[in-house]
């Protein structure tokens, strides 16, 4: 990007350069010096004059010898030949204003600005093919109301369902329109209608652009893809003619897919925010433009709308009713066994070694979406080079999961002997706890190398299966395992550290949805007290509104949080309790070994028996 903008620079010096210098090579010779007429007799008297050219009004001529500035060239204005020859023309210096002809005033200004024009389209040409800084400034001015979509065609796409995996309700949702656009007259036979706009909602990552690119390549048709934010410029009117012609464009080549990505930049909902956000009035026109074509043109065309969003709740209701977008997909996260398949898809492209198993991968990466599977194959194969090896392995996937997860490994952050030993406890408590209480997930790895930003141990848990509802038990045994590491420098070291800062706050998080949400508090009823979150974003669905309950059950929701928080920790205390033996040495494998597996906690498990509870 950096060469093409010198490359940009450079160009337009040049072409300032040609200009002038092409401006004063025409002036030079266009221009003829103009002399005195008095001047003219005294050179024709002294015969330096070789030839001159009369005209009613003017005189022109070349003299044999050049005067003293260099001028061999002259043009004078013709006198009264009476008054030139007046006893008084001695003393009398006779000059006048040289009049230009038409042609040469013309000449004059239209070469120049022709010439300048040429370039300038020269340059805006050039600039718009590199990309750089012309490319905006072409697009800009020659072009500002052109729709910005990049347009492939039936094998410009390279992309079927073949290529997404872990989608399969979402695939079977668009194999209609895939048919209809091969056949529309079969999809039509019975009086029904292509939906005019389908949303494809779901998390960031899980594939919605390419399932949209799927889409077009098993219809083999025009496929026009644009960014919600590139209708919008700070010109008023642009993101709705290029909204006019965009749609134009698909019509021409129908059957074709239209794909607006991230709607939500253009969409949003019109007055969300009162008189702060919602009165962008270029940002309006174009979505009340948008609307105003999806109504106007006619499915059966063979026009299709997919468009896609990370955040629903936030578009306009216009835009989302029946008529426009009739049909939302969901693109969630997949599950254990669509992470299975988007694993195969993505470990065909590596060289994998033979304890590699796809099965075992995906019950490490609960909640990972496409992307993140991509990224995490990726880090193993580069793991697996670093490492010198000449197959990915499987753990190096349980490393690349623990870089994702945790963070980069510190090898360079030292700590001392007692801050080891908190360490190794807190880890092991995790563990412990989690080995002892029913439903919990298995432990796959405990480790006390620091990791990322604070973390300076971690424990990763394998779930057996992928869950959707969880009871109340299972959430007060989650929370036990959270605070397992907190107990056990209770009980062990005998005071506590800042080390479980991450596990309090998860613990509260849950305490208090379990309250506020689920209802699962007998004292406050079966009541919702706040706005519950997105399934994948961080921001509550009731934006901008305060709390919905007094103080007084502002404090017994305080207390019930409290409550459920001190239960679980009591119950990590009193299994530990029976597990002390087990503890310290797990506590000094860790400090030995640095990391124990999941078969290295079976033995432990087998090999140190269960204390009673007191002992």
């Not at 009739?326 to 470990?347: A, K, M, S, T, Y």
């Amino acid at each position: 990007m950096e060469k093409h903008v010198q490359w940009n620079i450079w160009y337009v010096i040049i072409a300032i350069i040609a200009m002038i210098a092409f401006n004063d090579a025409l002036r030079s010779w266009r221009e003829v010096q103009p002399l005195a007429y008095s001047e003219f007799l005294q050179q024709l008297d002294a015969g330096n004059v070789e030839e001159i050219r009369v005209s009613s009004d003017r005189i022109e001529g070349t003299l044999e010898r050049p005067l003293p500035d260099g001028r061999t060239r002259f043009a004078t204005v013709r006198i009264d030949p009476e008054l030139a020859q007046s006893p008084a023309r001695e003393h009398v210096k006779f000059s006048g204003v040289i009049q230009s002809t038409l042609l040469r005033d013309v000449l004059g200004w239209v070469i120049p600005a022709l010439l300048f024009f040429g370039l300038w389209s020269f340059l805006l040409r050039r600039f718009s093919e590199r990309g750089g800084l012309g490319g905006g400034l072409g697009g800009g001015l020659m072009s500002i109301g052109r729709s910005k979509a990049k347009v492939y065609v039936e094998t410009g796409v390279g992309v079927t369902f073949a290529d997404v995996a872990g989608v399969d309700e979402a695939k079977e949702e668009l194999r209609e329109v895939v048919g209809f656009l091969k056949d529309p007259g079969h999809y039509g036979r019975l009086g029904a209608r292509i939906p005019k706009g389908i949303l494809l909602v779901g998390p960031p990552g899980t594939g919605k652009t390419l399932l949209a690119r799927a889409v077009a390549g098993e219809a083999k048709v025009p496929f026009f893809s644009i960014n919600g934010s590139e209708f919008v410029e700070m010109f008023v009117g642009v993101g709705a003619a290029r909204v006019r012609d965009l749609f134009e464009q698909a019509r021409q080549k129908a059957p074709a897919i239209i794909f607006i990505d991230e709607i939500d930049a253009l969409g949003r909902a019109r007055g969300a925010f009162g008189a702060f956000g919602g009165g962008h009035d270029e940002k309006e026109q174009t979505l009340n433009q948008l609307l105003a074509e999806i109504d106007g043109f006619d499915p059966s065309s063979g026009v299709v709308l997919l468009a896609a969003t990370n955040r629903p709740e936030i578009l306009d209701p216009a835009l989302l009713r029946a008529g426009r977008f009739d049909r939302q997909v969901l693109v969630d996260r997949p599950d254990r066994v669509g992470r299975v398949q988007i694993l195969h898809v993505h470990l065909k492209k590596v060289r994998l070694d033979n304890d590699v198993d796809p099965e075992k991968i995906a019950g490490l990466t609960p909640g990972f979406t496409g992307a993140d599977l991509a990224n995490l194959v990726n880090e193993a194969a580069l793991l697996a080079t670093r490492r010198g090896r000449e197959a990915v392995r499987l753990e190096d996937f349980t490393g690349a999961v623990e870089r994702i997860v945790a963070g980069l490994e510190k090898k360079n952050r030292l700590l001392n002997a007692e801050e080891r030993r908190i360490v190794a406890h807190h880890e092991m408590g995790h563990a412990l706890v989690a080995c002892a209480l029913p439903g919990s997930d298995v432990v796959h790895k405990v480790s006390i190398i620091p990791r990322g930003v604070g973390a300076l141990g971690y424990t990763i848990q394998r779930p057996t299966e992928d869950r959707f509802l969880m009871q109340r038990d299972e959430l007060m045994n989650k929370m036990a395992v959270l605070l397992g590491g907190r107990a056990a420098e209770s009980l062990v070291i005998g005071q506590m550290s800042t080390g479980a800062a991450d596990d309090l706050a998860k613990v509260t998080d849950i305490a208090r949805t379990m309250v506020t949400q689920y209802g699962m508090e007998p004292l406050l009823g079966h009541l919702v007290y706040e706005a519950p979150r997105s399934p994948w974003l961080a921001t509550p669905q009731w934006p901008g509104e305060g709390p919905r309950y007094s103080e007084e059950t502002a404090q017994r929701i305080d207390a019930a949080v409290r409550r459920l928080v001190e239960e679980a920790f009591e119950r990590s205390l009193a299994v530990l309790g029976t597990q002390r033996a087990r503890l310290e040495q797990g506590a000094a494998r860790l400090l030995e070994r640095e990391t124990l597996s999941e078969e290295d906690l079976r033995a432990l498990l087998r090999e140190v028996p269960e204390t009673e509870q007191g002992r």
